[in-house]
Nanobody, 123 residues
Framework: QVQLVESGGGLVQAGGSLRLSCVASARAFHNYAMAWFRRAPGKQRELVASISWNGEWTYYPDSVEGRFTISRDNDKNMVFLQMNSLKPEDTAVYYC????????????????WGQGTQVTVSS
């Protein structure tokens, strides 16, 4: 079972930035797509960024396009989410997830999840 551990969450003012990190225990980390999801209070979990196994393809929904950047370091088994121009509506628990595919955006394609890290954006 893959273990994913997120870090980097916290409290930030609107317009500020945060960088989330996720380290994976899987030896085959470099073979699979990784993603960041979030769940805001009272809402369903939603995708905020996905990156292919080799980092050459990324996907962002319109809500974060141009503000968030996902990246990965396969040598260190890590994936990152740089979040800029944060808004109060970005407040959520952010989860790192690993897919069994080389590229994916559907939540059903991600079978391994971290515990989450809280991001709170104040207005």
């Amino acid at each position: 079972q893959v273990q994913l551990v997120e870090s980097g969450g916290g409290l930030v003012q609107a317009g500020g930035s945060l960088r989330l990190s996720c380290v994976a225990s899987a030896r085959a980390f470099h073979n699979y797509a990784m993603a960041w999801f979030r769940r805001a209070p009272g809402k369903q979990r939603e995708l905020v960024a996905s990156i292919s196994w080799n980092g050459e393809w990324t996907y962002y929904p319109d809500s974060v396009e141009g503000r968030f950047t996902i990246s990965r370091d396969n040598d260190k088994n890590m994936v990152f989410l740089q979040m800029n121009s944060l808004k109060p509506e970005d407040t959520a628990v952010y989860y790192c997830a690993q897919s069994g595919l080389r590229a994916a955006i559907e939540i059903s394609a991600f079978g391994s999840w971290g515990q989450g890290t809280q991001v709170t954006v104040s207005s």
